[in-house]
C-alpha cells in the first residue's frame, strides 16, 4: 500500500518562495524541511506537490505579502481553481483505499496562503514609495492563530465533498517540527 502526503509546493521547491532575509528563520525552516524530506524518503511516502497560489499569480519577483492581502473574493476563486484538481487526486486516492493510504496535507505555518495554524497579517495596501508610517507598517505585520488563505479554502473544500475528518492537515513549522514530523513517521 503506497502512503501519500499532499505538501505546499515550497517544501519540494525552495526557488519558488519570497525571498526572505531572516538567516535564522530560514536555516531553522530549512533544517526541518530536509528532516521532513528525508523521513519520508526513508518511509516510502509518496509526496504529491500542491500549487503555489502566489507564485502562479505574482511569479519569482513578487514582494512578501500578509494574509489580509490575499483574503479576497479573486484571489480566493484562484485558490478554489487551482485545488479542483488536487481535491479530485484526492478523492481518486481515497476511494481505492486497498492501494493507498493518505496521511495528509502539510502546509508552512507563517504563510499567507500555506500557513495552517498560524499566518502572516498585517493591515498592508498601496505603495510603499513615500509612505510616512512604512515602519510601522512593516512592524503591524504579526503571525496570527488561524490558516492562510489557500489552506482556509481547502478546508472549505473537503468540507463541501464531506472529507474534512477523512484527511489530517498539520503545518512544517520550526518551533513546532512534531507537526509534520508526527504525520510521517
Known sequence: MKKIVFVSHCILNIASKVVMYDKEEMDAEETLRKEFMHKAIDNDIQLIQLPCPEYTLYGARRWGHVSDQFDNVFFRRHCRNILEPIIDQLIEYLSNDDMFEVLGFVGID????????????????????????????????????????????????????????????????????????????
Open 110 to 185: 507563517g504563510s499567507p496562503s500555506c500557513g495552517v495554524d498560524y499566518t502572516c497579517c498585517g493591515n498592508w495596501y498601496g505603495s510603499f514609495g513615500s509612505r510616512d508610517d512604512l515602519e510601522n507598517t512593516i512592524k503591524d505585520c504579526s503571525m496570527v492563530k488561524k490558516p492562510g488563505v489557500l489552506m482556509a479554502v481547502l478546508k472549505e473544500m473537503l468540507e463541501e465533498k464531506g472529507l474534512a475528518d477523512k484527511v489530517k492537515i498539520t503545518a512544517l513549522f520550526a518551533p513546532e517540527p512534531h507537526k509534520c514530523l508526527d504525520l510521517i513517521k
